[in-house]
């Protein structure tokens, strides 16, 4: 068994979880890069050891039932333990994100974005709990977005009054729930949970339209699965600044 921290990073062969996984093992965290694709896991972690870092690729796809059974065993087997959960994998597809399109989304796209952003994600977080229930410092980051905030969704001249994704928003408001809900649960014990907003991030999700680079954009995952004893929980956060449900 490992005397250093675990971690899982789910969807990290790319974009901001490969970055969350290259900035958590820079901490000396053995990180667990989690990719759907096994290959291409394996191909991001060689890129992360040519830097310097040490991470392990593991196969996880959260949709499938079979996969959390096998990288929950895996991690028994292994280490015994799991210190840091990030549910960082998740889907935008939504038709179109230069308008509004609340009144035709399909039913399809709504149920195939809320199987991975939320069903899938809480089905994984409670198979990988009894492992981080044996952590001394047990942490869980839900990767959320600011689009999930209906106070700024529903106030005119906000940041994102205009950007209206309904299934994307509507799965990560969900999942910002799980969050309050299980950190009230967990609140007797020595585990925190948070929702995280990355910020608008060069990635393939992001576009290159955006204003932030993808190392700022791991920083807020980071700190919530390093926070310290006396760190929050049950809270909503990017760069360490709360942000409005």
């Known amino acids: 068994m490992s005397a250093k921290k675990i971690a899982l990073i789910t969807g990290a062969n790319k974009g901001i979880g490969l970055e969350t996984a290259k900035q958590l093992a820079a901490e000396g965290i053995t990180v667990l890069l989690g990719a ?3 290959a291409k896991g394996e191909e991001a972690a060689a890129k992360l050891k040519e830097e310097g870092f040490e991470v392990r690729p593991v196969k996880i796809d959260i949709d499938d039932k079979a996969s959390q059974d096998a990288i929950a065993a895996l991690i028994e087997k292994d ?3 799991l210190d840091i959960l990030i549910n960082n994998a998740g889907v935008l597809i939504d038709e179109s994100r230069a308008r509004n399109q609340t009144s ?3 039913e399809e796209i709504l149920r195939k974005t809320f199987d991975t ?3 899938a994600t809480i089905s994984l977080t409670q198979k990988l709990l009894p ?7 047990g942490r869980i980051v839900n990767l959320s977005s600011i689009l999930a905030s209906l106070t700024l969704h529903a106030t005119k001249g906000s940041p994102i009054y205009e950007a209206k994704t309904f299934a994307y928003d509507a799965s990560k ?3 910002n729930q799980f969050t309050v809900h299980l950190a009230h649960e967990l609140a007797n ?3 925190k949970v948070n929702s995280a907003h990355p910020g608008w991030v060069k990635t393939d999700m992001g576009t290159d339209a955006a204003p932030m680079e993808i190392p700022e954009g791991a920083k807020t995952s980071v700190w919530l699965a390093t926070l310290p004893e006396d760190g929050p929980t049950g809270g909503y956060f990017h760069l360490g600044e709360s942000l409005p449900w």
């Open 36 to 38: 759907r694709d096994l």
């Open 79 to 81: 280490y015994g333990v």
């Open 104 to 106: 035709t989304t399909s």
């Open 117 to 119: 952003n939320f069903f």
């Open 131 to 137: 492992l981080i229930r044996k952590s001394e410092a």
């Open 173 to 175: 408001t969900a999942l």
């Open 189 to 191: 014990t020595k585990i």
